[in-house]
């Protein structure tokens, strides 16, 4: 079927950046909107950044101005640079992608299974 695979996350200092990539592999179609969420501890999960096909984007109001979302459509990739990182930025990462498979052409919502991040010094 399909698979997420996210890689980039770890431990970094306040102030710092890290860079997440999520690439899709599969029997894959096409894919509308790709995105990354975040969960941290105690917390619901919350949407941090989504992207569509087209190249629009969108942010939550924490994150705007210090993360970027982008893809490669060539590579079936999302990124995610973050920048100017907080430690209220520490949470597990996860990337989902709306994905319309070869056989049978169904649409359908895929998840990641989480990089964690932590913003300490």
């Known amino acids: 079927q399909v698979q997420l695979v996210e890689s980039g996350g770890g431990l970094v200092q306040p102030g710092g950046s890290l860079r997440l990539s999520c690439a899709a592999s599969g029997s894959i179609l096409s894919i509308n909107r790709m995105g990354w969420y975040r969960q941290a501890p105690g917390n619901e999960r919350e949407l941090v950044a989504s992207?569509?096909?087209?190249?629009?984007?969108n942010y939550a109001d924490s994150v705007k101005g210090r993360f970027t979302i982008s893809r490669d459509n060539a590579k079936n990739t999302v990124y995610l640079q973050m920048n100017s990182l907080k430690p209220e930025d520490t949470a597990v990462y996860y990337c989902?992608?709306?994905?319309?498979?070869?056989?049978?052409?169904?649409?359908?919502?895929?998840w990641g299974q989480g990089t964690q991040v932590t913003v300490s010094s």
């Open positions: 992207i569509t096909s087209g190249g629009s984007t």
């Open positions: 989902d992608a709306h994905i319309t498979l070869r056989f049978p052409p169904i649409l359908s919502h895929y």
